[in-house]
Structure formats: structure tokens, C-alpha cells
């Protein structure tokens, strides 16, 4: 009888005994970097801990943060409601079953002035997980912070800004590719000069894997669309040694403990040469920093306290893997938005990770094992053969566009799901050591009523603004979008005057069209 093959996620072979892999001549912070962008990694600085947050109303979120604040979380992650991601406005008839739901409903500057209420935007760094109305949440924030007497050149966070993996994953697109690019660009060009310390994309390979593919695929599909947004930026005109500084990545991290720690390996070797290819020659620009969070479509409703456990192995493998900043999951979320009790566990996994473990004691841990330096070449291998594919085609628009991405996304998430359901790939407590139904006591929920305050909140706005400065504003953000002219500087007038987010995406969508 032949020996089972063992395979990681993306069908690589593991050998039973490695015994040599090619010499490690480079260090941490030098490029290609595979070793962390940092020479002494985490005993210099940990890495951020952040936990995503935001449901129902910004008051009801308000409260979450400031939590989480009290709780030694250090830096903010805001989700946002679906209606918020598609650019409509909490009365509007399509928001109708979803406000408040999957994120925290933002309608107009009113709401971010709730959300942020007696939170100091310059002393913490925010992460915002919006794509298609990226821009209109950008203003607001800055509109915050220029109310709070800020200085734009020291505020710090992140937009994920990310359409491409939207069209090709996620769903939440607006407008069609090529105008949703000009958003981007126009975003890139003007916190370039305005907002220099803020990270104006997150190119997301998260979704990528949420949606079903493999480890390879993520790092491959997500360095491709980052590359389409370096060849976009140069396009208009903007130096790849300032704007390449500000790109920054999210990727997910699996069960597949040392694929992971891999794939975060050979994603620093690849954006280097990417970036180095593409003219950066500033270390700074060539360096690959990145976000983790730990992945949603691994954790089970049955059993969900096992979640505890895989979100660690996981959080473990991101921080063996280098990365820079980390949000974990709660262990309840296969069935709800996370209680308090769920998100204090998840943020104390970190913590436990940072100051109890001993794998921040020194760089790079695994570094010169057999196995991992072989697997984080194998990893790159075969990520570059997708990319030199994708390359073929003309690069990421057009992959998404011929719907090549989606296919080799769908194609590997019907076998990851075969093989669950044959056995062949085991989930403890789903298809191996089941039991009855373990029900969780408390699960979180949203009520349908925040749609009517949301609504009447959007009434009292719109009866006590001026509302001819809103006309104006909306009007002259249409005429320039039909031009060339970078649109930041008039999305942040509109919101200052309190046009809603529905009114500025109408604008857009009137413009750009729909996709």
C-alpha cells in the first residue's frame, strides 16, 4: 500500500525529512527583506495589535472602541456596514435589512464625529476596511482631524482602498475599473503631499482567501493587483520612492501553520523584486509591510470554543511570519459580530503571544530550518507562475475582467469543500470528533430598529445644514469629476458641509456609471 501523499493547502508536496535547504547569506532589513523589514524586528517594537470593530450605530461602536482602548488594544480597525461599503445612505431603499449589521452605519461627517467621540485621532492609528467609498471616508476622517486641530502631516492609518480584489472576490464595487482606478490614484497623489504618514492602500488578499483559494493564489493574486497599482501610479506621474512607501498589505493567515509562515516569507522576497523591477530604489519603497488577520472561514459554529485554539495557531504563525500588525478573530464569530467576552479573549491571545511565548525574543525564529526556507521557495515558485500568467494577459484588469481570477478562486474553493466533505481533509468537530450541538449562551445581535434612528438622524441633518452649500459642493465635485483634476480636495468641502455619503456616491455613479 503506497504511503498518503501530504500536500500544504496549495497541493505542495511535503517530504517526510529535509535535510538541506540554499544558505542564508541575507539579514533582516536588508532586501529582499525575507528575513522582516525591520533589523530587530519585534524586540525593538511589536507589532500593532488591532481589533476590528464597528456595528449598529457610531454611538454603540463608540463604546466598543473605548473598551477595547481600556483593554490594551493599540491601534482601531473600523467595520463598516454594507450600505456604507456600496455608497447608499441608511434610508435609502436598498439599505433596507442591512444598517448597522456587518459594520457600524456611517451617513454623513456627523457620524464619524459620533464614532471618534473623545478619541484623539493623533494618538492612534485607525485602520478602515472600505474600498468603493474609500475616498468619502478618507475626507471625513481628515475633516475629523482638522476639527480636533490635528496636524494632517502626523496623523497615521490606513485605508484598504483595494477595488481590484473587490471585483475579483468580494463584491462591494461601484463603478466600473477604470474610473474606480482614478479614485485610487487621485487618493495616492493627493495624501502624497497632504496626509504623508497615512497608508493609502491595503492591498487585500484577505477576501482573496475568504472567497476560497489557496494560500499561492492569495500572495500571487494580491502582488499581481499591487502591481497594477504601482504601474498606475507611474502612469500618473507620481515617484514610486514616495508612493510605494505608502502601500501596505492585509493577508489572511490559515491553519496551514508552516505554509503561512511561508507565504509571509516569500510575499517580502517578491514585492522587492516587483518594486525594484518597477524602478524603486529606496529600501523603504521596496519593503513589503502587512497586516494579518486570522482567518473568518476557518472557524466553526460547531464547537465554537475550538475557535480559541485555531485563532492562536494562527496569530502565532503571523507573528513567526513577520508581520506588523494583527487582528484576531473571536471565537464566536461564525455565528455573530463578537461579544465583549469573545473580542477580550482574542486581543489577550495577542498579548499572551507577545509577552509570554518567547518568539519575540529574536529575529526571524524559524530562519535556516530545512523545511521552512524549502517550503517559502517552493511557495514563491509558484506564486510567480501565476503572476507571469496574469502578466501574460496584460496584467490584473484584464485577469478580473476575463474572469480568470474569479475561475481559479471558484475551482479551488469546490475542492478545498470536496475534501471536507469526504474526509479526506479534517475539521475538528465538523467531520471528526462531533458531538451534539454545543450552543454558545450568548451570541451578539443587531436589531432592525437602528435603520429608523439612522433615518432620523439623516432627517435632522438635512432639515439644519445649509443646504445650498451642499448643492454647490455636489456640483462642482460633479463637473470636476467629468475632468482630470484630483477630486480629494472637493470630496473633503462636500463632507465638511455635511452632504451625505449616498449624495457624494450618487455624484459618482451619475459621472462614472454603474458596474
Known sequence: MSEKKHTTTSGIEIKALYTEAKPMEELPGEFPFTRGIQKDMYRGRLWTMRQYAGFSTAEESNKRYHYLLAQGTTGLSVAFDLPTQIGYDSDHEMADGEVGKVGVAIDSLKDIEILFDGIELKNITTSMTINATASILLAMYIALAKKQGADLKQISGTIQNDILKEYAARGTYIYPPKPSMRLITDIFEFCSKEVPKWNTISISGYHIREAGS??????????????????????????????????????????????????????????????????????????????????????????????????????????????????????????????????????????????????????????????????????????????????????????????????????????????????????????????????????????????????????????????????????????????????????????????????????????????
Request: glycine share 6%.
Open 214 to 515: 489557496t494560500a499561492v493564489q492569495e500572495l500571487a493574486f494580491t502582488l499581481a493587483n499591487g502591481k497594477t497599482y504601482l504601474k498606475a501610479a507611474l502612469d500618473k506621474g507620481l515617484d514610486i520612492n514616495i508612493f510605494a512607501k505608502r502601500l501596505s498589505f492585509f493577508f489572511n493567515c490559515h491553519n496551514n501553520f508552516f505554509e503561512e509562515i511561508a507565504k509571509f516569507r516569500a510575499a517580502r522576497r517578491m514585492w522587492a523584486k516587483i518594486t525594484k523591477d518597477l524602478g524603486a530604489t529606496d529600501e523603504k519603497a521596496q519593503m513589503l509591510r502587512f497586516h494579518t488577520q486570522t482567518g473568518g472561514s476557518t472557524l466553526t459554529a460547531q464547537q465554537p470554543l475550538n475557535n480559541v485554539i485555531r485563532v492562536s495557531n494562527q496569530a502565532m504563525a503571523a507573528v513567526l511570519g513577520g508581520t506588523q500588525s494583527l487582528h484576531t478573530n473571536g471565537y464566536d464569530e461564525a455565528l455573530s459580530l463578537p461579544t465583549e467576552s469573545a473580542a477580550k479573549i482574542a486581543l489577550r491571545t495577542q498579548q499572551i503571544i507577545a509577552f509570554e511565548s518567547g518568539v519575540t525574543d529574536t529575529v526571524d525564529p524559524l530562519a535556516g530550518s530545512f523545511f521552512v526556507e524549502s517550503l517559502t521557495d517552493e511557495v514563491e515558485a509558484a506564486a510567480w507562475a501565476y503572476i507571469d500568467r496574469i502578466d501574460a494577459m496584460g496584467g490584473s484588469v484584464n485577469a478580473i475582467e476575463s474572469d480568470y481570477m474569479q475561475n481559479e478562486i471558484a475551482v479551488a474553493a469546490y475542492q478545498y469543500q470536496k475534501e471536507i466533505e469526504s474526509g479526506e481533509r479534517i475539521s475538528i468537530g465538523v467531520n471528526k470528533f462531533t458531538q451534539e450541538e454545543e450552543g454558545l449562551t450568548e451570541v451578539f445581535n443587531i436589531d432592525d430598529s437602528i435603520r429608523k434612528l439612522q433615518s432620523e438622524k439623516l432627517d435632522h441633518l438635512k432639515s439644519t445644514r445649509n443646504q445650498l452649500a451642499v448643492e454647490q459642493a455636489l456640483q462642482q465635485l460633479s463637473e470636476a469629476a467629468k475632468g482630470e483634476a484630483n477630486l480629494m480636495p472637493l470630496i473633503i468641502d462636500a463632507v465638511e458641509k455635511y452632504a451625505t455619503l449616498g449624495e457624494i456616491a450618487d455624484v459618482f455613479r451619475n459621472t462614472f456609471g454603474v458596474y
